[in-house]
């Protein structure tokens, strides 16, 4: 284990040393984690809290939404917008984005995200999460809008997950690497349990909604087939499989010791490229992954090179082991051709 040191010793650290992170964002950060601490005391207290169940609401992209994603929305934007790091926020549960109200001081970093991932794991006490991804503002015309927000992966100069599970860790990349803080629930503080985490570039554990299988593109049912032939097949070895329906517990396992991670295009709403939104979900899961050394594409490019379109944009997602998702994408190619 690293050396036992904070969040805030680790984002200073990384400010003198590499002189990546200015003060703007490492406050940014802080108050990120802040608030990912209190949606997981909110998440532990469960129904003696009144946060289970539905709001009896919907998203602007037609889901049901749980009181929790609500709430998590909630916390997320008022632990935000008075901090002055921040010109505005979009997030999976709003319709549009979150100007920083006049009243409060202006800054020029944009925060996106998906305030409470795994929504259909909550009432089941299944590990669930809280999604962020920062960008900086670029273009010097006055105010911001949506079209702020339109920028490819690459241009993020953070991001991150808070995983809620048997342990609550907060998970961090600023373009060096990526580490994980635990929750000390006693202390209230985040320490550096690891560093420099690296994904295998080879593994035997793949993540797909299996239940999709007759919907698949071809060269997803390839892929998976070769894997489910095991030692017989051209793989020569046998696969093990896992789905949590909480990206945040896939990729964190996936960080944890490799695998691969897939949720495809498939026939049943041909019109939409995925399921996982890019700009709150892929892209700053693909950052992570790239850090630790993995690959993520949506089959044909790399995720952080897209250019959105719109704000709540789908995406087809593969990620994890480089060696897997480079076939995973090999396999689109040789069937486009
Ligand atoms: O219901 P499915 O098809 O298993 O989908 C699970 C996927 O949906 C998601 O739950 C979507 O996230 P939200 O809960 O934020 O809508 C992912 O976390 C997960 O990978
Ligand atoms: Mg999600
Ligand atoms: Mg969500």
């Known amino acids: 284990m690293p050396k036992k040191i904070s969040l805030t010793q680790y984002l200073v650290e990384q400010q003198r040393e590499h002189g990546r992170i200015p003060s703007q964002l490492r406050l940014l950060i802080e108050v990120v984690a802040r608030a990912c601490k209190h949606i997981a005391i909110a998440v532990n207290k469960g129904a003696l809290g009144d946060v289970m169940g539905s709001a009896g609401s919907e998203n602007v992209q037609g889901e049901v939404q749980k009181k929790l994603d609500i709430i998590s929305n909630e916390v997320l934007i008022e632990a935000n917008e008075w901090g002055g790091h921040l010109a505005a926020m979009a997030s999976e ?11 409060y001081p202006q800054g020029e ?18 590990s669930i999460g809280t999604i962020f991804s920062v960008l900086k503002k670029v273009g010097h015309h006055h105010g911001v809008d949506e079209s702020d927000f339109l920028q490819a992966g690459k ?12 342990q609550t860790m907060l998970v961090l990349t600023v373009g060096d690497g990526v580490a994980m803080f635990t929750l000390d ?8 349990t690891s560093e420099n985490v690296q994904i295998p570039a080879d593994t035997k554990e793949f993540a797909i ?3 999709n299988q007759r919907h698949w593109a071809p060269p997803v049912t390839r892929y998976i087939d070769e894997c489910l032939q095991g030692k017989d097949g051209p793989r020569g070895k046998d696969f093990n499989m896992r789905w949590v329906a909480s ?16 949720y495809p295009w498939d026939k049943r709403e041909p019109e939409k490229a995925g399921k996982l ?7 700053p899961m693909s950052f992570l992954v790239e850090q630790a050394g993995g690959m993520a594409t949506n089959g044909r490019q790399r995720i952080m090179d897209l250019q959105p379109t719109r704000l709540h944009e789908r995406v087809a997602v593969f990620l994890g082991s ?16």
């Open 277 to 283: 939104r890019l700009l709150y979900e892929a892209n």
């Open 209 to 211: 909604n299996m239940s």
């Open 155 to 166: 241009n993020q100069v953070a991001a991150g997950y808070c995983i809620y599970g048997s």
């Open 185 to 192: 629930r006693e202390m209230g503080s985040w320490v550096l």
């Open 322 to 337: 480089k060696n897997e998702v480079e076939r995973a994408t090999a396999y689109h190619a040789e069937s486009d051709a």
């Open 109 to 126: 970093y944009l925060l996106l995200f998906d305030p409470l991932d795994g929504s259909s794991n909550i009432d089941v006490n299944v």
């Open 93 to 103: 549960e709003m319709d549009t984005i979150h100007v920083v109200p006049n009243r």
């Open 247 to 262: 990206m945040v517990a896939d990729v964190h396992r996936i960080l944890s010791r490799g695998g691969v991670f897939m």
